[in-house]
């Protein structure tokens, strides 16, 4: 009943709610039994393709606004918002040396093993 019911609404509450749980016990489950865990995304993923359904079929009626939402999550390559964002590096690095009084050369090396640390990630 919890699966149909996340599957119908996408809803935790009222998925456990319908099962006679309390969604803590839900959760709590799925943290400890990995099968249980993979049925709740199988679920909830039916329930978001149920969503995107709808929203393509209004969008194809009536909603602009929609219509827009669909492209950009299908096509984000052509249709996303980007921005285009360009950092002086050596110039941002010469300010925050001379706010903190420190040599420039110091600054990049911090930011260039920074950088290395989270590429690591």
Do not use: C, H
Not at 22 to 44: G, H, I, K, L, V
Not at 67 to 96: K, T
């Amino acid at each position: 009943m919890f699966f149909a019911t996340i599957r119908a609404t996408g809803n935790v509450r009222l998925s456990a709610s319908a099962a006679g749980i309390d969604r803590t016990s839900a959760y709590r489950r799925a943290n400890r039994e990995p099968a249980f865990a993979a049925a709740w995304e199988d679920a909830w993923q039916d329930s978001i393709d149920d969503l995107e359904g709808e929203a393509r079929r209004r969008a194809m009626e009536k909603s602009d606004a929609l219509l827009m939402f669909q492209l950009r999550a299908y096509r984000p390559e052509r249709y996303r918002e980007s921005f285009n964002v360009r950092v002086d590096v050596r110039r941002e690095a010469e300010r925050i040396a001379a706010r903190f009084g420190v040599p420039v050369e110091d600054v990049l090396d911090r930011l260039e093993r920074q950088a290395e640390e989270a590429l690591k990630k």
